[in-house]
């Protein structure tokens, strides 16, 4: 396949992603059967972000020509690809970088997510059958020329070690944070809730900390998280909740509360499913320069940063950990 064909592949299959296929609703139903995490409204959020921030047509060509991607691949190589599975379709990102430059990709699915990436990827193969040879599934990766791989903190030791001789990109545990002032309006507040509480909070560019002024009012927020009061309803959710409101009350520590979300001020970037940490802070000059070094944080939300309500959108450069996967794949043309 040439770049045209596989530009204009990956762009039919953007808008099937934002259909009512009755096949593509039965995939999603399944998905939530096989991870509990996966509603089915979250996962067509999912899709729809895929499709509008990396499928659109217009996109795909100016990402490519902004990499040089030629024409033919004379020389493709077998990537490795071991996926995340937190949220709907995480990894995709990653597939869709060795597939614009046409090399073969070897991908290991999360448990978690086999749904999903499997139907996009038949999907490609019924319109197209040299897709089989080019998006493959295996349980172990072997005789790959290069590898990437996503994973906890943990697991990118062992990535380390069995990756490590090969060129590779090995991402870890991050988390996204936001950095309040005060101002925020009605709206923003709302769309800030979208940042923390979408995917129950599980995604890397979610936010699970605020850094707030001293003084902050947080109850303009604590109604706002309110759009997502149902989270209380659902046994896995409301499972955290209880876990983590009842380790608080035993160790007599603060906290808010609107019985869905739990507030609570702690220097740690990362939080539990249904807690959000915070933090004061006296000069947000400082706060910007030690988040800037920050390698827990993927990506920061407030005024001045990433937009309220986009935190969960990122574009086709918007790279996982800030490493650029389209030129570490150049680098192995």
Not at 76 to 83: E, F, L, N, R, S
Not at 142 to 150: E, L, Q
Not at 194 to 223: A, S
Request: hydrophobic share 40%.
């Amino acid at each position: 396949m040439n770049l045209q064909q596989r530009i204009d592949l990956l762009a039919k299959l953007g808008d099937y992603l934002k259909t009512d296929d009755e096949q593509l609703v039965h995939i999603k139903n399944e998905a939530h059967r096989q991870n509990g995490w996966f509603t089915t409204e979250f996962t067509s959020i999912a899709l729809k972000n895929i499709a509008d921030g990396f499928l659109a047509k217009e996109k795909l060509e100016a990402w490519a020509a902004s990499y040089g991607i030629s024409n033919e691949n004379s020389n493709p190589k077998t990537i490795g690809i071991v996926m995340a599975g937190n949220i709907p379709m995480v990894g995709f990102n990653d597939l869709l970088c060795v597939f614009i430059w046409g090399h073969k990709a070897m991908v290991k699915l999360s448990s978690k997510d086999t749904m999903l990436i499997t139907h996009a990827v038949n999907k490609m193969s019924g319109w197209n059958d040299e897709i089989s040879s080019l998006i493959q599934f295996a349980e172990r990766l072997n005789g790959c020329d290069a590898y990437i791989a996503t994973g906890s903190n943990n697991t990118a030791r062992y990535f380390d070690y069995y990756f490590g001789k090969y060129p590779n990109i090995i991402r870890r545990n991050r988390t996204s944070v936001a950095v309040l002032d005060g101002t925020e309006t009605t709206e923003e507040l709302s769309l800030l809730a979208d940042d923390i509480q979408l995917y129950f909070g599980l995604g890397c560019r979610n936010v699970t900390k605020l850094y707030v002024p001293h003084g902050y009012d947080f109850i303009p927020l604590i109604e706002a998280l309110k759009k997502y009061s149902y989270f209380a309803d659902l046994h896995k959710y409301r499972n955290n909740f209880d876990y983590h409101l009842a380790l608080l009350l035993m160790n007599s520590r603060f906290y808010m509360s609107n019985e869905s979300v739990i507030l609570t001020e702690n220097p740690s970037p990362f939080s539990p499913v249904s807690q959000v940490h915070f933090e004061f802070y006296a000069d947000k000059d400082e706060v910007q320069h030690a988040l800037s070094s920050n390698n827990d944080v993927q990506c920061v939300v407030g005024h001045g940063f990433v937009n309220f309500g986009e935190a969960q959108c990122p574009s086709l450069i918007d790279y996982a950990d800030g490493v650029d996967t389209m030129a570490f794949l150049k680098q192995l043309a």
